[in-house]
């Protein structure tokens, strides 16, 4: 059940939509105001707010502004006799939810609406629940280490702006963990924070995934699809791996950074997106710029204040307090204390080629924590891959079997293609079937990786 405010200076329409949306079990409660609105959004908490615009004294403005700052996640629904495009955009920029036209001839449309607003409401209150578990759950960015202070006053001046944030730095550095980091800092720290990764899905999955779609645009469309775009309304939205878009999705992405709009595929209704935008990318942008596979005009929009996280091995300072952070997360999933590591082990991390950085240590140490029954982690059972793809010499220590049974062929023997397949069917064995850690053992990203599964025909 819902609380829904009612808020009209005509008594006849107050009755009619108090009626209408009481019938579904609802708890509706009406205002004759602004004012009287005012008192009951100050004693009670509401889901979804239905005022007219124009109203003496407190307009609908006014008290959408008011509910934007007392009630975030609660949505407001304008009614506006004078619908212009100018009313849309300023009430969207406001932060409604939607607006509708004066006479309501059908409150059965009313009621799919605020259905739809109820919908919205319940999943911002999900989103900020699991916001707040995530900022509990994740490592925070360490800053002990000189390279990583400049990122964290990048960070703080940043986060308090609404600017565009381009994340520069190598696999496993953690942009996404400064993406949320940025997030949580802002205003916009109780409203969603969406991450979508560009590699992850096709071209034709990823559009209809970030601006959603409607029914029958496509084969299989069976119904509506809210994009992420959509559900970031209000918040932050992280692109992960931009540099693995295509042309044709960079030229989408671009128009709503430039005009924050968009429509659904199939849509002919112009939706708005009041969102953060915070990109990410272990790529060369600059350098697809020459090669024409990245758009410079997004290159320029997304960098308006650009932040490069430094790899592992330019912050020496960082190594030990991350070390602790990680055997502490890895202790506490296991249900033991959190092991110590010998002088000897601290000697082979600093002088370790951690390619795979903050996310490389995570796994290693996740490893070694396993093994250190006695709570005491030796060399033994610290396992470092070394740099590129592991060979069959590189044995884990005693007591840990290799994952990989593939068996690589002689360097002189084979066609390239057959080296390859077999260097791909290694590096998804020592994954355990993890595509983005082959990815990243291979030192391809994870589209590519797709590719040449597909070319191979490797399950």
């Not at 502004?65 to 006799?81: E, F, H, N, Y």
């Not at 565009?164 to 996404?176: M, Y």
């Not at 924050?260 to 997106?273: M, Q, V």
């Not at 994954?431 to 025909?457: E, F, P, Q, V, W």
Request: hydrophobic share 45%; aromatic share 4%; charged share 30%.
């Amino acid at each position: 059940m819902a609380r829904i405010l009612v808020v009209d200076d005509e008594e006849g329409l107050r009755s009619l939509l108090t009626a209408a949306l009481t019938r579904d079990g609802d708890d509706v409660v009406a205002a004759a105001d602004g004012e009287e609105a005012a008192e009951l959004l100050d004693r009670q908490a509401f889901d979804v707010v239905i005022t007219d615009l124009k109203m003496p004294g407190r307009d609908g403005l006014s008290l959408l502004a008011k509910v934007r700052a007392d009630l975030p996640d609660a949505q407001v629904i304008l009614l506006t006799a004078y619908a212009t495009v100018d009313t849309a955009v300023e009430a969207m920029k406001a932060g409604a939810f939607d607006y509708v036209q004066k006479p309501i001839e059908s409150p059965a449309a009313l009621r799919l609406l605020v259905n739809r607003a109820i919908e919205r409401r319940r999943l911002l209150g999900a989103r900020e629940g699991s916001n707040r578990a995530q900022a509990s759950a994740l490592p925070a960015l360490t800053y002990g280490d000189p390279a990583m202070v400049a990122v964290k006053a990048a960070i703080e001046k940043v986060a308090r702006t609404n600017a565009t944030i381009l994340l520069l730095g190598e696999t496993g550095t953690g942009k996404e963990v400064a993406a949320r980091t940025v997030h949580l800092a802002s205003a916009r720290a109780s409203q969603p924070f969406i991450a979508v990764n560009c590699a992850a899905l096709s071209d034709t999955l990823l559009e209809s995934e970030l601006f959603g779609h409607e029914k029958g645009a496509f084969t299989g469309a069976h119904a509506q699809h809210r994009g992420r775009v959509e559900l970031a309304e209000g918040g932050t939205f992280f692109l992960d791996e931009i540099g693995e878009l295509k042309l044709d999705l960079q030229a989408k992405i671009l128009r709503v950074l430039q005009e924050r709009r968009f429509e659904r595929i199939g849509g002919t209704r112009t939706l708005t997106a009041d969102v953060r935008w915070i990109a990410a990318t272990n790529r060369d942008l600059r350098s697809m710029i020459t090669k024409g596979t990245f758009r410079e005009d997004l290159y320029h929009r997304l960098a308006v204040f650009p932040i490069r996280i430094p790899p592992l091995r330019d912050r020496p300072g960082d190594l030990m307090p991350l070390v602790g952070t990680l055997l502490r997360s890895a202790a506490a999933e296991l249900g033991r204390p959190t092991p110590r590591v010998t002088p000897e082990v601290e000697r082979m991390l600093a002088r370790a080629e951690l390619r795979g950085n903050i996310r490389e240590l995570k796994n290693v140490l996740e490893r070694a924590a396993i093994l250190a029954d006695d709570g005491v982690v030796r060399p033994e059972h610290v396992w470092i891959e070394p740099s590129g793809v592991a060979a069959p010499s590189s044995m884990p220590p005693a007591g840990v079997e290799r994952e990989s049974a593939v068996p690589e062929p002689p360097p002189s023997q084979g066609t390239l293609e057959s080296v390859e397949r077999i260097a791909i069917e290694r590096a998804l064995a020592e994954s355990s079937g993890n595509r983005r850690r082959a990815a990243d053992r291979l030192g391809i990203g994870l589209r590519t990786l797709y590719d040449k599964l597909k070319r191979y025909g490797i399950g």
